[in-house]
């Protein structure tokens, strides 16, 4: 053989050894495998079954301020009482954990008003009543609960409406808010501060009192 083509020969050699290399290295998956391994991720539901009753319920218990006292640290200085009570990620709202009594009022699509909170008359103060659930109030006012924990922006929002989902049928399944309407109520829950007008309190506990 000729001494001009023996380093074609060789590179072709080369090339023909790495390919044999990359066929015997490579995974072939099936697409049911693939699905599987799809399936393995971040789980919404499980995620609020697993979360809402043993930790966020407990957090947003211990962590709840009165009603009153809270407004009123907020009127004084929302950026100092978001430091105090609430909690945030980046430069969203901050997000409190509450408790508050009242009387509970007409039940306006999903919106259960309350009135004698300890708040001036123009605050209105509404509890979360369902069918639909919005905000991430107990996801953001729990503490614990952040957006590094998760894989990006979806998962992170679809924690928040399982939390949500899970209050939902743990409280409000069995609640009839139109017969609260004139009686004296407690609450527990959380709300994200949007403006001082208004309150919105996502529940996790409601009460009638004597």
Known sequence: MSTLLRPRWIGLAAVAVLVAAILLSTEYRSVDSVAATQQQGFDPARYGADNYRSEVVPA??????????????????????????????????????????GVAGEVTGTLLAVTGTGLPEQ?????????????TALRDAAGFITFGQFLNQVEYADAATALNN???TALLTGLDPAGLEGKKISFTGAFSFLTASTITITPIAIEEQP
């Open 60 to 101: 947003i218990e211990e962590s709840a301020t009165p009603l009153p006292e809270l407004f009123a640290a907020l009127s004084a200085d929302k950026e100092a009482a978001g430091r105090k009570y609430g909690h945030r990620q980046g430069t969203g709202p901050y997000s409190f954990a509450v408790e508050g009594e």
């Open 123 to 135: 605050i209105r103060v509404s509890i979360q009543v369902g069918p639909a659930i919005n905000g």
């Open 166 to 168: 899970e209050m939902r």
